[in-house]
């Protein structure tokens, strides 16, 4: 098949277009960045220079997107905002807007392209625009591509929280020994491995689409507790606390370090609605099997990053 990966060699495309490679697809990553295109490129097998190739442009370019979607059997869609930080202390970005901008782009994209499979990476908390902060907009870009053409079948990938977002615990681990989030205790809650995540969609690649379906994807399900007492272990401090704090010292401390004031809300009210129930409802309605990357295997790599000198 010709498929059409966003995200470019990002944490999921690029496992996922290793797996598809491997598969024999035709694969085409879109990066927005020219200097990426020999790294693109360079994921060709030896006995096929051909199966691979880049292509340069924006997510938000509609006919840009038409024409490179135009042709293939399936496209993989992804909205890489928060999966860059770096934005999150953009005072600039709204964050929403830009969610919205590149769900219109994809869908006039779709529509226009003739392309008739599509999967998206969504995310838990897309089954309702209220209630779980930053992960609002993913209820209205579902609800964007929900609105096309009924003969563009779409399938919607909901992970959970992604193990990699713990890297973020690290400063407060290394300088007061605990994480301190605005949520915590014994309750056991659902975590993803981004290698789950690309297994699935590569499967899902080659089963068939009917109409509008949702996946959710996890790996693992523990507690916050359990996650202090796991990484703790695997870097050496088997006292390691998971300390919670209150919403308003949460936003006080992500506003102390220089975070935009609406992601630092939307941030305390995602993890508000990990406790109230909101984020998971629709999830342990539809509860998925869980993959293969759990929080012991995860453990191992969070040992190296800690163990790594920080940037000054």
Known sequence: MKIILTGSLGHIS?????SLIEKGHQVTIISSRPERQFAIEALNPPWDGKQVRATIGKLQDVGFLTETFRGADVVYLMEAINANTRAYFNHVMDIDAEHFKL??????ALKNSGVSKVIHLSTIGAH??????????????????????????????????????????????????AIFQN????????WVSHLDIAEVISEEMELPFDGRTVRYIASDEVSPNQVARVL????????????????????????????NPDV??????????????ILYEDYYKNRPE???VKLTDFAKEFAKVYYQKPVI
């Open 264 to 277: 630092a809300m939307g941030l305390t009210e995602m993890n508000t609605s990990r406790v109230n129930g």
């Open 128 to 177: 309702t625009g209220y209630g779980v902060g930053l992960l609002n907009a993913h209820y209205y870009v579902e609800e964007t591509l929900r609105a096309l053409p009924d003969h563009i079948h779409i399938k919607f990938m909901r992970p959970v929280g992604f193990y990699y977002n713990m890297f973020s615990f690290i400063p407060s681990i290394r300088e007061e020994s």
């Open 14 to 18: 690029r496992p996922l277009a290793l």
């Open 183 to 190: 949520y915590g205790g014994e309750q056991r809650e659902p």
């Open 232 to 259: 703790g272990s695997a870097i050496g401090k088997p006292d390691l606390k998971w300390v919670q704090v209150s919403d308003e010292q949460f936003v006080y401390d992500l506003l102390y370090l220089g975070m």
């Open 103 to 108: 769900a219109d782009s994809f869908a006039h």
């Open 290 to 292: 869980l993959g293969k």
